[in-house]
């Protein structure tokens, strides 16, 4: 997992950063100022697989993505075409996000979908500032927190400020820890950190050790709407997809696609 590890060493520092600038009784004291939450689980839990749609500028295995649209106008473009939550990256350094990007997002009168902080979370301080700048959930990576101990309180302390967590494994092992801590709403990446190899049929694997009653994700990696409808056929409820949508020539229309749009159109003009 060197890719994670050199993520999450250089998180380190940046959140020691921002604790010395804004310390967090500050951003506590922000709170009752945040815009109210929209439920993400509810969002998720609906007939039909779920589309949460990410927004970001570039990734360490694909670079930079072509897109030319700002982050509020691409939301716009997911909230009108059927997707039911946005992801926005909060990393700068390696996605180009930012927590002011998903502020910004967030806060948009225009978006009306849940907003999840997409974020290397190693300390509770970015659970803070997340729900502070109006985000609705945040991700919590079972490797990046380490013990299930220390991500069962980080749970918890996501759920006593109103918002979901996205526990996202990468093992059968990381998913036994998710659910033992927990957790509502599980993600697998698709996605092997060290090579950046996607392999879609793990997460099959993965999500059967899942039990039902927790919401399950597939990361990573999907590039067509068929490899949505493949997700839900091996019982995903949810789908979180990048690179495809910023990649896309037609961006409505993949949208539309990976939200199941299109085929439900094609069976009632039958
Ligand atoms: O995407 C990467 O290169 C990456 C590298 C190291 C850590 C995390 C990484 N991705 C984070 C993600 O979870 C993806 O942004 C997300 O699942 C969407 O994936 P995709 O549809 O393949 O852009």
């Known amino acids: 997992m060197f890719m994670l590890n050199e993520i999450i060493a250089n998180k380190r520092l940046e959140v020691e950063d921002k ?3 804004r310390p967090l009784e500050d951003l506590q004291g ?13 969002a998720l ?32 473009l997911y909230c009108q075409n059927g997707a039911r939550a946005i992801s926005v990256l909060a990393d700068e350094k390696f996605f180009g996000g930012g927590a002011h990007v998903v502020e910004r ?16 979370i190693i ?16 991700l919590l990576i079972v490797r990046s927190i380490g013990d299930k101990g220390t991500l069962a309180e980080m749970i918890g302390t996501v759920h006593n400020l109103g918002m979901q967590a996205l526990v996202e494994c990468f093992t059968a092992d990381d998913a036994a820890i998710a659910v033992e801590a927990g957790a509502r709403i599980i993600g697998v990446n698709n996605r092997d950190l060290q090579t950046f190899e996607v392999d879609l049929k793990r997460s099959e694997e993965i999500r059967s050790v ?5 919401l399950t994700v597939s990361e990573s990696g999907l590039k067509t709407p068929a490899d949505a409808l493949e997700a839900q056929q091996r019982g995903f409820d ?14 409505t229309k993949s949208i539309r696609g990976f939200a199941g749009l299109e085929i439900a159109e094609q069976q009632s003009n039958r």
Not at 30 to 42: G, I, S, T
Not at 105 to 120: I, S
Not at 123 to 138: F, T
Request: net charge negative; proline share 8%; aromatic share 8%.
């Open 105 to 120: 997002v967030a806060n948009d009168p225009g978006v009306h979908l849940p907003v999840m902080y997409k974020e290397f």
């Open 45 to 76: 839990n609906l007939p039909g697989i779920s589309l949460i749609a990410e927004i970001k500028k570039k990734s360490p295995s694909k670079g930079e993505f072509p897109v030319q649209i700002a982050a509020a106008e691409l939301a716009h």
């Open 19 to 21: 604790k010395r600038l």
């Open 30 to 42: 922000k709170l009752r100022e945040a815009r109210p939450v929209r439920d993400f689980y509810h």
């Open 238 to 251: 949810a789908i979180l997809v990048g690179e495809a949508l910023l990649k896309s020539e037609d961006l």
């Open 123 to 138: 300390d509770p301080y970015q659970i803070y500032e997340a729900r502070s700048i109006g985000a609705d959930a945040v």
């Open 210 to 214: 899942i039990p039902e009653g927790a």
